[in-house]
């Protein structure tokens, strides 16, 4: 029996274990410690942002955005409805109401051209979602947003080592969230962190990360003792993540050059099928380097996706689909509302299918997904 490939396996490629076992007998496990230093730094000079933040995960990231912002109840926020559920929930939370805009067809990122007229006087910002670690058309977005008066918040989780005209995912708006979990391209388990941008905002993001009291600040000697001083949580992992997350920071150009070889043999397999008009590969407009985070395709209209997944997981190739458009989910329908017509998103999030890429797939098991995707698509 052939083993099933699957679409995704957390990656260990270096000193993980070393770095691990050095939190463990240095007794220092809470956050904010060496190790967590070093992904600041890292991400500070990697990510060009004055100032990152270790969070536990790319939605707590999202969450400091919103209280860092003074999200209120009734405030509109707009973003795509195709992406993953925090880009939303991190402002609903705050009781603000996402408002959806559609998808461009080539990147399936948020249509900025349709931004303008989903805006009302109760917005307060964009958050353009770079999906697959393609960018979204920031200059336009930040300058619609500069026009408005709006903030910009962007959800970079999967747009770690991707840029845009040169500037890096995550460094272009006044806040920047990036995720570290294990179905991203660096993985801590569970991670991520906030690139607060604008320099005004960081004394209170520091803050909001740690409960809202000025820790930082008196651990730093320039107060004699911390008091609370803001609304905030706990958003400060432990050194176990970051210990974790410097092993892989240390290789990151080794994994994105590792997924790129992937990604970049499955793109010239199909470019004959895609000729055939049997699927649609991704497109990279010029002014955006991408991170290989994803290979996905787009099944013509039409095509039975489901039996597709059924025909790949016959030949033990498990792809994936996602997302569903948040504004038909439960919440979405509760909480959010659309800023327009949505049908490119209703259209091409039922066409999509992502293969299985991570950086130690073996070539036959490459060749096996695209020899499955040839004859089966
Ligand atoms: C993965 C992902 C998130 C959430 O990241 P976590 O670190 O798991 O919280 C948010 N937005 C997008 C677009 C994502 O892909």
């Not at 990036?178 to 993001?205: C, M, Q, W, Y």
């Not at 209703?346 to 098991?365: F, K, N, Y």
Request: a negative charge; charged letters at 20%; one cysteine or more.
């Amino acid at each position: 029996m052939m083993h099933s490939i699957p679409f995704n396996r957390p990656f260990l490629i270096g000193r993980e274990l070393e770095y691990l076992n050095e939190v463990c007998v240095s007794g220092r496990l809470a956050g904010d410690g060496p190790f967590t230093r070093q992904v600041h730094a890292w991400i500070e000079s990697r990510c060009s942002t004055p100032r990152a933040l270790l969070t536990h995960s790319c939605t707590a990231a999202l969450e400091m955005a919103a209280l860092l912002l003074d999200i209120v109840p009734g405030d509109e926020v707009i973003m795509p409805s195709y992406t993953f559920v925090s880009t939303a929930a991190a402002f609903a939370l705050r009781g603000a109401v996402p408002v959806f805009v559609d998808i461009r067809a080539d990147t399936l990122n948020i249509d900025e051209t349709l931004i303008e007229e989903a805006i009302t006087s109760r917005t307060r910002a964009i958050v353009p979602v770079h999906y697959a670690g393609v960018s979204c058309e920031m200059d336009s977005i930040m300058s619609i947003a500069r026009r408005h008066g709006l903030r910009v918040i962007e959800d970079a989780a999967q747009g770690v080592m991707a840029s845009y005209r040169g500037r890096p995912l995550g460094s272009m708006g006044d806040l920047g969230a990036i995720s570290f979990h294990e179905t991203k391209n660096i993985v801590a388990g569970e991670g991520g962190a906030l690139l607060v941008n604008d320099d005004a905002l960081g004394p209170r993001a520091e803050m909001i990360r740690e409960k809202g009291t000025d820790r930082s600040r008196f651990l730093r000697g320039e107060v004699d003792r911390y008091t609370w001083q803001e609304v905030g949580s706990s958003y400060l992992p432990s050194e176990l993540v970051a210990a974790l997350l410097v092993a892989q920071l240390e290789r990151a150009d080794a994994i994105t050059q590792a997924r790129m070889a992937i990604w970049n043999a499955y793109h010239e397999a199909f470019e004959r099928t895609e000729a055939d008009g049997r699927l649609r590969r991704p497109i990279v407009p010029d002014n955006c380097q991408h991170n290989a985070h994803m290979y996905y395709l787009i099944l013509p209209p039409g095509r039975n996706r489901e039996a597709v997944v059924g025909a790949l997981r016959g030949a033990g190739v498990q792809p994936v689909s996602h997302y569903v458009p948040l504004h038909s989910s439960p919440a979405g329908m509760r909480h959010g509302r659309a800023g327009g017509d949505l049908s490119r998103t209703e259209i091409l999030a039922q066409r999509v299918l992502r293969l299985p890429l991570w950086p130690g797939m073996q070539d036959h098991d490459v060749n096996r997904v695209i020899e499955a995707v040839t004859v089966r698509v």
